[in-house]
């Protein structure tokens, strides 16, 4: 067996779960391979955030990352790290029962799980560069 191949970081595969907890709420939960300071760079820095953010099966990059979040869902995120393995859980609070109709409608949700397997991979190659350092 190659011995650099053992030492290589391999993704895991987390499931994500998206549950409807009101008319109005989704609360989507993931566990990542990685530190809470990980996760939470990922999901705030720019330069992270467009590595992971636009589904792949999109055929589209994300260029700029600006948000207009007049009338959308009041979303918060908690980061809880266990044992260097990072809880993700997003609450997400709709205006109206028709806004998260329409957003599952419009494919979010399997949209939402893709791009989370996409950060899944991306902290598994700043696990390694963090290690190589």
Known sequence: MD???ESEPTPTKN???VERKSERELVVTRTF????????????????LKRWWVPKSA??????CEVDAEGGPVTTVTFEE??????LVVHELYPSKEAL?????????????ETYEQLGEL???????????
């Open 15 to 17: 499931r994500t779960t």
């Open 82 to 87: 266990q044992g260097g393995k990072t809880l």
């Open 33 to 48: 391979n990685g530190p809470a300071r990980l996760v939470f760079e990922a999901w705030t820095k720019p330069e992270l």
């Open 123 to 133: 902290l598994v190659t700043l696990g390694a560069s963090e290690r190589q350092v």
């Open 3 to 5: 011995a650099r191949r």
């Open 101 to 113: 109709d329409a957003a599952r409608a419009s494919g979010a949700e399997a949209g939402t799980c």
């Open 59 to 64: 055929a589209m990059s994300l260029l700029s």
